[in-house]
C-alpha cells in the first residue's frame, strides 16, 4: 500500500494565485511528520514545511502552508501568491516516528509539477 | 553555510565497472539517507544509518548495492558491478532525529549517474 499518495501529476496556477496541492498518508503509527519538498530543474531537493501529527496548528512558512487535516489523513500543500520561480515538482513525504526513534526514514510521494503561468 | 556535500555530481560509467558515491552529511547530524530517483519509480529510499549504524537497507538490491559509514563525516554508496538500470539521479539527505522528534532531511545536490 502506499504510504503517500500525490493524486495531481501536474497542475497549471497563474501568478499571484494561490494554490492547493494534495498529499494523503497512510500510517497507524501515532507519533509521525510530513513534510513537502520544492524540486526545481536544478534537481535539488528544497525543504519547504513540516508538520509534526501532534502539532495543533497548521504549518506556516511564509507563503507556504500546510492543510493538516488528523482524521482524513491528509497534508496539502498551500502555496499563496504564486511565482514564476515556484515551477517546480513537489514532493510530500512522511516519517514514521516508531518506539525510541528506531525509524524515522522518510517516504516520498510521486510528485506533483507545478507550472506558474503569467 | 552547512550543506550535504555529494560527490561526484555527474559520472559516466561502463556497464560492469565499479562505482562509488560519496556523501559527506552535515556536521552533527546522526542520520543518513541514500535515495534513487528515476522518472519512472520516483525517489526510493535504498538504506539509511543512525549513529553511522544501518537501520535499513531493504531497499537496496544486495547482490551488488552497498552501503557504509566509514566515520560520521563520510558515507558511501556502492555499485558492483554497475548495470544499465542503474542510472539514475543517487540523494544522499541527514538530519537530526533524536527520540519520536527530528528535523527536516538536508540533501545533496545528487549524483547523476549514467551507465552505459
Redesign the interface.
Known amino acids: 500500500a502506499q504510504k503517500i499518495t500525490q493524486t495531481q501529476p501536474g497542475m497549471f496556477v497563474q501568478e499571484k494565485e494561490a494554490v492547493t496541492l494534495d498529499c494523503t498518508y497512510d500510517t497507524s503509527d501515532p507519533s509521525y511528520g510530513l513534510f513537502w519538498y520544492k524540486q526545481p530543474s536544478s534537481g535539488e531537493m528544497i525543504f519547504l514545511i513540516y508538520q509534526g501529527s501532534y502539532d495543533q496548528q497548521n504549518a506556516t512558512e511564509g507563503r507556504y502552508s500546510l492543510n493538516f487535516q488528523k482524521a482524513r489523513k491528509s497534508a496539502n500543500l498551500v502555496i499563496s501568491a504564486s511565482q514564476l520561480g515556484d515551477s517546480a515538482m513537489y514532493f510530500c513525504a512522511m516519517r514514521e516516528g516508531g518506539l525510541g526513534g528506531t525509524a524515522s526514514k522518510l517516504t516520498f510521494g510521486t510528485g506533483t509539477r507545478l507550472q506558474v503561468t503569467l | 553555510d552547512a550543506r550535504v556535500t555529494q560527490t561526484p555530481r555527474d559520472k559516466v560509467t561502463e556497464m560492469g565497472q565499479e562505482v562509488t558515491m560519496r556523501c559527506q552529511p552535515i556536521l552533527g547530524h546522526n ?1 543518513v ?1 541514500w ?1 534513487r530517483q528515476t522518472m519512472m519509480q ?2 526510493e ?1 535504498l538504506a ?1 544509518f ?1 549513529n553511522r549504524a544501518p ?2 537497507d531493504s531497499g537496496m538490491p544486495k547482490d551488488r548495492f552497498s552501503a557504509e559509514m566509514p566515520d560520521a563525516t563520510l558515507a558511501t554508496l556502492k555499485i558492483q558491478p554497475s548495470e544499465p538500470r542503474d542510472s539514475a ?1 543517487y ?1 544522499c ?1 541527514s ?1 537530526v ?11 545533496g ?2 549524483t ?1 549517474l549514467t551507465v552505459v
Open positions: 542520520t539517507f535515495y520516483g525517489l529510499l539509511y543512525r537501520l535499513d539521479v540523494f539527505a538530519a532525529v533524536i527520540s519520536q522528534s527530528g528535523t527536516e532531511a538536508f540533501f545536490q545528487g547523476r
